[in-house]
């Protein structure tokens, strides 16, 4: 696709449930970062992906959080047991090279999760 | 670990002139990239402009400058003649493997 694609755009759910949230980075990207953003804070860091690898896991908050990115190409972040305090946009990134490359991150337009 | 301030939650500055929003940042590693993000209402993350730790030049990008001073571990973004549509947040962001960013500046533009 064109740009970064994260569905879905819109995730109302109870606490307890398990949720996933999938990010579809621009084609031949090969560094993938997935980050939490409450309203009027900055995103903040989750996880790094080079390639299928997690590069860096060191922001998950706890253990109910995963992520996965089995090809290279999409990854999905996942949510066991959903507390309140986890509503936030779920932002995912996506750039041609990792680590100290120059290339810029590109963003798509977020997973809005709402835990009841 | 990687640590980003930005030490300023609101800025205002008059339309036309230059405002500079303040980034520091803490590693140990040599080789880093540091960039500017926006953030309108709309929620959208725009790429500003970017500085690696070896440049030897300030970045620029149009009415964007990045004033980067390696041995104060800053980054301080220019903003050149601001227009009202500049009004959003800004984030500074450093990468050495994940990217962080700070917590924000607010800018609003005064008509």
């Known amino acids: 696709g064109a740009g970064v694609s994260q569905t879905p755009s819109n995730k109302v759910t109870e606490k307890g449930k398990y949720v996933e949230l999938r990010c579809d980075p621009i084609s031949g990207h090969t560094a993938l970062y997935w980050y939490r953003q409450s309203l009027g804070q900055g995103p903040e860091f989750l996880i790094y992906f080079q390639g299928t690898g997690a590069a860096d896991d060191s922001g998950l908050p706890n253990d109910r959080f995963f992520a996965v990115r089995p090809e290279g190409s999409v990854s999905t972040l996942k949510i066991q047991r959903t507390e309140r305090g986890d509503s936030a946009v779920y932002l995912c990134?996506?750039?041609?090279?990792?680590?100290?490359?120059?290339?810029?991150?590109?963003f798509g337009e977020g997973s809005r999760l709402t835990v009841l | 670990a990687q640590k980003i301030t930005q030490t300023q939650p609101g800025m205002f500055v008059q339309e036309k002139e230059a405002v500079t929003l303040d980034c520091t940042y803490d590693?140990?590693?040599?080789?880093?990239?540091l960039f500017w993000y926006k953030q309108p209402s709309s929620g959208e993350m725009i790429f500003l402009i970017y500085q690696g730790s070896y440049d030897q030049q300030n970045a620029t990008e149009g009415r964007y400058s990045l004033n980067f001073q390696k041995a104060r571990k800053s980054a301080n973004l220019v903003i050149s003649a601001s227009q009202l549509g500049d009004s959003a947040m800004y984030f500074c962001?450093?990468?050495?493997?994940?990217?962080?960013f700070g917590a924000g500046t607010r800018l609003t533009v005064k008509p």
């Open positions: 990134a996506s750039s041609l090279t990792g680590a100290q490359g120059t290339g810029e991150l590109f």
């Open positions: 962001a450093m990468r050495e493997f994940g990217a962080r």
């Open positions: 590693t140990s590693d040599p080789s880093y990239g």
